[in-house]
């Protein structure tokens, strides 16, 4: 059961702006789920990645990516002790992919991708949430990603939710390493209910 944050508290807490940014956040995600993935998602993520712009999948892949090869798809939907991974849905397709795996510069790596149509509407945010908390509860404290650096809107994100994370620029790319908990922290005065937990 969720429970949506009352007037009172956007009234004594957030700006008018955010007010209205939050409502219109609330209202674009009612109707998702946030899941573990698993290989019964294969069509789907074929589906979701297929469906994605060449920007888009550009931003997140580094490349496009026309047609998926199957150990693409299988390392998308792995689960295990080194990796997880979670999706977003609605109406039985996918609209948001994340996912972590051990290891590298910090102790997890992960890398979110929404469908174009859903993007600026907090479901990365969720997704980041959702994915930090889970890696949390096992155990993480830091954690690591790369960015195109031509991803500005993901850049300008890492900035507000990691002010004091260390970037650096290495061929093109931004790899970023921060604390897990503020990222946590930020995501779910964000949100307008509790973080989704699988």
Same mark, same amino acid.
Not at 123 to 144: D, M, Q
């Given at each position: 059961m969720r429970t949506l944050i009352g007037e009172e508290y956007f009234a004594r807490t957030l700006s008018p702006i955010d007010r209205l940014s939050v409502r219109r956040n609330a209202e674009s995600v009612i109707g998702t789920q946030i899941r573990p993935a698993g290989p019964y998602d294969e069509a789907r993520i074929r589906r979701f990645l297929v469906g994605l712009s060449l920007h888009t999948q550009t931003l997140r892949f580094f490349t496009g990516i026309p047609s998926p090869k199957d150990a693409l798809v299988r390392a998308l939907l792995a689960v295990d002790g080194q990796r997880d991974a979670i999706v977003a849905e609605r109406d039985g397709e996918i609209i948001g992919h994340a996912m972590s795996y051990r290891g590298g510069l910090a102790d997890v790596e992960i890398a979110i991708v929404v469908t174009d149509e859903w993007q600026g509407?907090?479901?990365?945010?969720?997704?980041?949430?959702?994915?930090?908390?889970?890696?949390?509860?096992?155990?993480?404290?830091?954690?690591?990603? #790369?960015?195109?650096?031509?991803?500005?809107?993901?850049?300008?994100?890492?900035?507000?939710?990691?002010? #004091?994370?260390?970037?650096?620029?290495?061929s093109g790319a931004v790899e970023v390493t921060a604390m897990i908990q503020p990222a946590v922290t930020f995501a779910e005065q964000r949100s307008v209910g509790p973080p989704l937990t699988s």
């Open positions: 509407r907090g479901l990365g945010r969720k997704l980041i949430a959702t994915l930090l908390g889970r890696a949390a509860g096992a155990g993480a404290t830091t954690v690591g990603m #790369d960015v195109l650096g031509e991803n500005r809107k993901v850049l300008k994100l890492i900035r507000r939710m990691w002010p #004091d994370a260390k970037m650096t620029v290495s």
